[in-house]
Every structure is written in structure tokens, then in C-alpha cells.
């Protein structure tokens, strides 16, 4: 399998995914809002990814997971709670989280999505 991602069109398919809280994360600001689609594997795979979007607001997650990702649309801040290193993304950056990272999302723009690969087993 091979697949392109961009920012046009790749929003299509995408299952609502509720809240940050249905996906193990906690709100801290906003009435955030959640969607996806798997390309690759699942969340039970050892390898997966796809596609993510999330509306604006703030959100605290703990990596149960590596992840590689990529910003196709939007603007956002992630931090990392345990160092304070805050990195600003906009489209086409990319960056790498460690499993049991947590991270302090705060989406600036109305949405943004990635493209992402996951991995769950320990390095």
C-alpha cells in the first residue's frame, strides 16, 4: 500500500470521534471536538495511522503510544509537560512524541489535522 496526504481532500471518511476524553485525553480549555480515519492497522495494531482533526481548544494527552506526525492544515502549539518545550506547528511540520510523553495541545486555528504513524510497542 502507498498514499499520498495533503491538505486537499483528506478530510474525507473521517469518523466523529467525540470528545478528547473518548480518546483518553482530558479537555482544558474549549469544547473540543475530535475525528478520524485509519489508513494503516488500528489502535489494537502495534503499528498504526491515518488521519486526525481536532477543532480549537486545549487538551492534555499522555502518549500511550510513539507517534510520528505530520500538520497538513491549521495552526497549533504542542508542549511537552515534563521538559516545557513548546513547539509551534503550521502546515508541513512534522515532529516525533515519545510513548508516555504528556503533551499539553493547544490548537490556535478554528481546525487542524495530521497525518500520523503510531507505534505501540516499547523501544
Known sequence: MMKLYNPVGEESGLA??????DIGAVTVEGDV?????????SPQSEVFGGVFVATRGQYRLVY???EHATLLSGRLELTDEI??????????DSWIIAK????LWTIVSDRISKSYVAATRDI
Open 16 to 21: 466523529d470521534w467525540g470528545k478528547p476524553e
Open 33 to 41: 471536538r475530535v475525528a478520524g480515519r485509519f489508513d494503516l492497522g
Open 64 to 66: 500511550a503510544f510513539h
Open 83 to 92: 521538559t516545557g518545550q513548546t513547539i509551534s506547528c503550521d502546515p508541513g
Open 100 to 103: 508516555g510523553t504528556p503533551v
